[in-house]
């Protein structure tokens, strides 16, 4: 249903280059589901190992070592996907995916095992995933029209990332936690089912090769996604253990609900904006775009420690959606085609990969010393959502062909 619904969208609104109307909307449909298991879960596991007894300090090292471990499992990643193609491996990291959640939800009765299990087959399966998602997609988009599509893919995104954690969130706090995590675990099963009938969108058996890799032409962009892996984190791990510790300080289970809510609210946003940044994009003023909601981005964290009401918390996700749609699809549209450009597709989005984990290293660090320093958990966090401020303004330092000759 779900799948013959976006086919329809498709058909009306798509010119795909590589690809046919049905294997467009089995890659949306898959990506939906994907989507929908992690956003369940994924702004709550901090919050769950914290309602655990795990102090702070704990969590940002843990997460520094769960950063680690992705970018070190980036190269043999990105050599799966260059060897059985992105389709397969999406398929192979959605299975992979399934045992974490199940062990993470025995964190009360296994401890460090769970976080072990969670942090190999859950690392593995996102890092996995992220860059056959990005080969697939740059693969099969369509040059003149790549900002509407990046636009339908944002759109697709919010709606299982705004209404999930709610979903989410109301089952950890009527039911239990460890509820949501299977529940999570069976979406990513059916997650799994449309990319069994799509065929590989790219060259099988290929190795990945650096040789003639134009690095000149890509380091800028390599290094602002650094900058990109400090925002994802500070918004997906750093932000809702603020709204825990101060904004809901003394809930129970409830806060889970609270936050999901919180989340569930940015998804009016991110539809209303996704489609109208698509249309800005492919009208030349991508550049613009990037820049503008980079600074945007900038500030909204810059003022995340003066947070102390459900209200404002609620106009920060706002402000934080409104501007992380707009940097993040000019941002990937350039991305794309440049890796069109490199001729080394792969080896170019394992870097992009490969930045973006380092990038959650660098804050998770951050976090860890401002913890180290003060026993005051919010100037901690405050701190620490000023360093992720300061670094966001890196991601304007990216210099995409195709803006730079306005195109």
């Not at 619904?5 to 467009?24: C, D, S, V």
């Not at 102090?55 to 990105?78: D, T």
């Not at 959605?94 to 072990?116: M, Q, R």
């Not at 951050?366 to 901690?380: P, S």
Request: charged content about 15%; proline content about 3%.
């Amino acid at each position: 249903m779900i799948q013959s619904a976006i086919h329809r969208l498709l058909l009306r609104r798509h010119f795909w280059r590589y690809a046919t109307f049905g294997e467009i909307a089995e890659l949306y449909t898959a990506r939906m589901l994907r989507m929908t298991g992690n956003a369940m879960i994924a702004t709550f596991v901090a919050i769950y190992m914290l309602k655990n007894g795990y102090p702070l300090h704990f969590i940002a090292g843990y997460y520094a070592m769960y950063f680690a471990f992705k970018a070190l499992v980036s190269w043999p990643s990105a050599s799966l996907v260059a060897r059985i193609g992105p389709k397969h491996s999406m398929l192979i990291a959605n299975i992979v995916s399934i045992p974490s959640l199940i062990a993470f939800s025995f964190l009360d009765d296994i401890g460090i095992w769970a976080l072990a299990a969670y942090t190999i087959c859950q690392g593995t399966s996102m890092t996995l995933y992220g860059i056959a998602h990005l080969v697939d997609f740059s693969k099969v988009k369509h040059d003149e029209h790549a900002g509407k599509e990046i636009g339908y893919m944002n759109i697709i995104d919010k709606i299982a990332a705004g209404i999930s954690p709610l979903i989410g969130g109301l089952i950890a706090w009527l039911v239990s936690p460890q509820v949501t995590l299977w529940v999570a675990a069976v979406l990513l099963i059916f997650a799994a089912l449309p990319l069994l009938r799509t065929a590989e969108p790219v060259m099988l058996g290929q190795k990945l090769d650096f040789r003639g890799f134009p690095w000149r032409q890509t380091w800028r962009s390599i290094c602002a996604e650094l900058a990109i892996g400090v925002d994802n984190t500070t918004v997906m791990v750093i932000w809702p253990l603020f709204l825990a510790v101060v904004v809901f300080a003394g809930a129970g289970d409830e806060v889970y609900a609270q936050i999901g809510a919180l989340s569930a609210i940015t998804v009016f946003v991110g539809l209303f904006v996704s489609h109208m940044y698509g249309v800005i994009i492919d009208r030349n003023k991508g550049r613009e775009l990037l820049h503008y909601t980079t600074i945007a981005k900038a500030f909204t964290h810059m003022l995340r420690p003066f947070v102390m009401t459900p209200i404002s918390a609620v106009l920060t996700n706002v402000v934080n959606e409104t501007a992380a749609a707009g940097y993040a699809m000019a941002f990937m549209r350039g991305m794309f085609d440049l890796a069109d450009r490199t001729g080394h597709r792969i080896v170019y989005l394992l870097m992009i990969e490969l930045a973006m984990n380092l990038g959650g290293v660098f804050i998770s660090l951050v976090m860890f010393t401002a913890l180290a320093v003060t026993t005051n958990a919010q100037v901690a966090l405050g701190a620490t959502f000023f360093v992720a401020g300061l670094t966001a303004f890196l991601i304007m330092t990216a210099r995409f062909p195709l803006y730079r000759r306005g195109v």
